[in-house]
């Protein structure tokens, strides 16, 4: 989806929301949460972050349970880690190519974290005017 000539305030705070993780979010959402492009850029920056931590405690989690299991758990475990890094590594490409998106106006989804707002937030693209 794309919306193009939204106006520069728009942007800024779209840009802002992913400059500084997680607050740089909730500060546009808070400051200019009735422009589209911001909210729907602060709300996919603000599930990114959600996903990595996520992707980490599960990992921890199932890690721990796994190590449990004599020779063969700890291997099991540090192997689990690399989808981490690649859940990781999609992440920050995804993060980098939305922040370009929102300076130039567009609004871009990140695959894994669009799920994850819209269960946190709702669906933004409803509420279009």
């Known amino acids: 989806m794309s919306q193009t000539k939204p106006d520069s305030d728009g942007r800024a705070f779209a840009a802002l929301a992913y400059i500084v ?3 740089g979010g909730i500060i546009a959402l808070i400051a200019d949460g009735r422009n589209q492009l ?8 603000i599930a990114a972050v959600f996903t990595l931590v996520l992707s980490l405690i599960v990992w921890a989690v199932v890690g721990y349970i796994i190590g449990l299991v004599p020779l063969v758990g700890p291997v099991v475990t540090i ?8 859940v990781a590594v999609f992440l920050v490409v995804n993060w980098l190519i939305s922040f370009l998106r929102a300076l130039r106006g567009e609004e871009r989804t990140i695959p894994l974290a669009n799920r994850l707002a819209i269960r946190i937030f709702g ?3 409803a509420r279009r005017k």
Do not use: K, M, N
């Open 21 to 23: 993780p997680l607050l």
């Open 38 to 45: 911001t909210r729907v850029h602060a709300q996919q920056s």
């Open 79 to 86: 192997s689990l880690f690399s989808l981490v890094i690649a």
């Open 123 to 125: 669906d933004a693209s």
